[in-house]
């Protein structure tokens, strides 16, 4: 919200200290304006009065000419939010850049950072809203911060103290409290943005100088202190001349709070019992040393997986429950039978009939019943092979899933991929590079969220369906969703 200027009808009187109070503390949404193309404006008594864009000062197709302001102490005591976007590229070979831009949270401003690195072919995400807390500015603190094994980082020279201000996101405080908001100075502002000048960022560049010395994916923690709520980062680098197909040259992902490992996991029956029952048998068992390698490989996992995970962790509990978090990640709708027959390789009979016996007789919502519109709870013999994660349509994907996205799509019009595409969230410069293999490299590209797909709800089975259906092929985003 943030104060906008009206031409005012000459019958207004504007000197009533009424009237002029009202006009004062009149703030305007930019998102209505952006989607109906008019103001809602909320007066202090919160009536709405909604006022068409033609009434409205607007110089150009920039958000900041929206914000002339009735009265600049007004727009200085607005409580205003920020944004984070997170913009990642391979340079080349051995040098990747990741940089942290804060913006005002306004669909034009986001507009405006999308536009900027779209021409720079960045990859780029969006945090939820955020303000500065009370010292107005935010840092960063990597951890590690300087010796990374076979990695040095660089940073930006124009940002060399590692700090955004507060009045440097602020674009009324860039252009001038003093003054009106006008063509000359909208100009300046544009100009720094086509330098990536505004919104301001810490940009950062990795280069890998001993691949000899680097793991083979490096982990960089990245926290972004003096903001509302702490925002938490994982930066993912992988070591050039290491290349499976499940791993992006360069990640940066939010870090999971304990809340959002609560929330994705809460309805995940599978995991969590499995964890619980198998962890509690490993932990008993007198030979259990020698077994959760074998335990692993029957779980469909490689030697490689379970030697790093051998390797990251040092106690049994650790590699037992390392090992069914990772068979979980790549089989997120699986039943238990591939544990139950796993525990069954290694002869623990015993376990894996306690496993089955605890998806026998449970109570399950059954959607449809005669005498009500909601889901009951009814008894009813279920069978491990029954019980699946909870919404698998809105699980999100990653590469290592581009198989599966293939086979469902082998009855598509591959005619129409860069329709798909589109409709998936890839940008048509992206699409116009694929020069062959144009359904396989628009997958893979929608898998590793590449352009806008964040902003498009991310890579989900749902999410693919739609965009199927909207190239007009029901028949296919039908049997996708039935598969599921």
Known sequence: MKPAELYLPHHIDVTNQTSKSNLVLLNADDETFYRKGSFMFTSVDDTEMEVEAALCKIYCNHFCSHCAGVDKRTYKDTDKQCQLAVAT??????????HFCILPFQPACKKVVLEQYKERNFTLTFSKPMKFA????????FDPDEKILGWEKDEDDIYCDNEVLEKE???NEVIGYQEVASKNNIKRLEELEKDLLYPPRLRFRFNCTNQSLADKITKIKVKLNGCDPVLKYIIKLKRPDF????????SVTPEETFDDIHSRLQFDFVLLKSLLVVGAAFKDHHDA?????VFGLALGLSHSQLRDIEAQNSTLEQYVRESLMLWRTRNTTASCKPVVDALKTIHFEDTAAQLESHFEGTAVAVPGDSHTDFPVSRSAKVTCNDITSFDPSQQKLDITKAVDVLNALKLFDTKKWKTLGLNL?????TLNKFTEDHLTNTV?????????VMENGGATWQNLIKAVKDTGDKATAEK?????
């Open 243 to 250: 290349s499976p197909s499940t791993f992006a040259d360069l």
């Open 134 to 141: 009370d010292g107005g500015n935010i840092s960063l603190e």
């Open 444 to 452: 893979g590209a929608w898998l590793s969220c590449e352009d806008g």
């Open 289 to 293: 040393d020698n077994k959760w390698f």
């Open 169 to 171: 996101v602020d674009y």
């Open 89 to 98: 590229k391979k340079e080349d070979d051995v040098t990747v850049s990741v």
């Open 425 to 429: 969230g890839l940008y048509l410069t």
């Open 480 to 484: 996708i969703r039935k598969k599921l």
